[in-house]
């Protein structure tokens, strides 16, 4: 993996039921991992834990090639996790996200990240979730969308503001309001139109966008320190449900 690459491995959680590889992505996770995994309540949640964990690590050994129970992990102060084991590969920086239907994960070298997916039949996405959620500038631009372009605009500020978020890695502590995105045009990608932190730059990060499958959006947002450009390639984990 180059050092101006970026690759995003995603996949349907339910489409694995193999007991036999399931067992086998259990003895990947770390204790704390298996312990997290037993504390859910349903079946279904445990099974996207499980799966979307295993596509974690499979997609960390397949870029550096450690086995996949080999990694440990701790996290920030705000949760946003990092690889400290082994030593050596602590400047792998990766991103995981899940979502009724789908599990993505963005991995790379040198480039900070954070990766975002969502379903497009969330219910609970609505003008009133995006008024107290969104930025006035986006609120506006939601307000002005025709009705069934409503629902899919407020899904891809939410996908950008959570990719954002997680890959600025101060979680909640920023404030939902206080940045706003320029949605994407036919020949501009999406971009923040504002950021109220103190010191921030405005045009460090960059975006991207995606539909993944019929039934999801994905957003990724990156900041690199290479003039190159930055290569970005989405693919189905076929090699997770085939491990």
């Known amino acids: 993996m180059h050092s101006h690459e970026i690759l995003i491995w995603f996949i ?9 590889r399931l067992n086998r992505f259990l003895q990947w996770l770390s204790p704390e991992e298996r312990a997290q995994h ?4 349903f079946d279904k ?8 964990h295993a596509l974690m690590r499979g997609a960390l050994s397949l870029s550096t090639q450690v086995d996949p129970a080999q990694f440990a992990f701790n996290t920030n102060s ?24 789908l599990a993505a994960v963005a991995i790379s070298r040198h480039i900070e990240l954070g ?65 706003a995105f320029r949605l994407a045009t036919a020949t501009q ?10 010191g921030s730059d405005l045009n460090a990060w960059s975006f991207w966008q995606s539909q993944p499958t019929e039934h999801h959006l994905m957003a990724l947002a990156f900041k690199s320190d290479t003039a190159k450009p930055v290569q970005i390639k989405a693919q189905r984990a076929q ?5």
């Open 239 to 243: 090699w997770l449900a085939e491990a």
């Open 12 to 20: 349907e959680p339910e489409t694995i039921q193999d007991p036999a």
């Open 115 to 179: 990766v975002d997916v969502e379903n497009k039949h969330r219910k609970d996405m609505t003008q009133s979730l995006a008024e107290h959620f969104f930025a006035p500038e986006e609120c506006q631009a939601v307000a002005q969308s025709s009705e069934h372009e409503r629902t899919i605009k407020m899904l891809e500020f939410w996908t950008l503001k959570e990719s954002y978020i997680k890959a600025v890695g101060q979680g909640l502590s920023i404030a939902l309001d206080s940045f």
């Open 45 to 52: 949640h445990r099974h996207t834990y499980l799966v979307s």
């Open 78 to 101: 705000y949760g946003k996790p990092f690889v400290v084991a082994p030593a050596q590969e602590q400047t792998v920086n990766f991103n995981l996200s899940h979502t009724e239907g």
């Open 189 to 198: 990608p999406a971009s923040l139109m504002r950021l109220d932190a103190q």
């Open 38 to 41: 037993q504390r859910f309540r």
